[in-house]
């Protein structure tokens, strides 16, 4: 069983930067793919990024790419989000996830944390 809590989300203008962390629990965390996702208001959820469980291997969504990196630090238990350049489509809930491979597809995940509001403003 893994929990999943994060964290970061918030208000900043378009350009800005935020950066989000996914805290987890177990002690298995370093075994599972890492992803993180977004669903804006009447639209369906998304894949944003995917890190594999050594970190070494990642996929990003090609509308982040360049400007949004995910990372993670196992002996932290610990997945982040690093978004830059943020623009007001950015704006959505995001989620983080744990799979047991490397997917972007989210029905693959097993575990799903509750989500952290990112607002940009134009």
């Known amino acids: 069983q893994v929990q999943l809590v994060e964290s970061g989300g918030g208000l900043v203008q378009a350009g800005g930067s935020l950066r989000l962390s996914c805290a987890a629990s177990?002690?298995?965390?370093?075994?599972?793919?890492m992803g993180w996702f977004r669903q804006a208001p009447g639209k369906e959820r998304e894949f944003v990024a995917t890190?594999?469980?050594?970190?070494?291997?990642?996929n990003y969504a090609a509308s982040v790419k360049g400007r949004f990196t995910i990372s993670r630090d196992n002996a932290k238990n610990t997945v982040y989000l690093q978004m830059n350049s943020l623009r007001p489509e950015d704006t959505a809930i995001y989620y983080c996830a744990a799979a047991l491979f490397d997917t972007i597809v989210p029905g693959n995940y097993n575990y799903w944390g509750q989500g952290t509001q990112v607002t940009v403003s134009s």
């Open positions: 177990g002690r298995t965390f370093s075994s599972y793919a």
């Open positions: 890190l594999n469980w050594s970190g070494g291997i990642t």
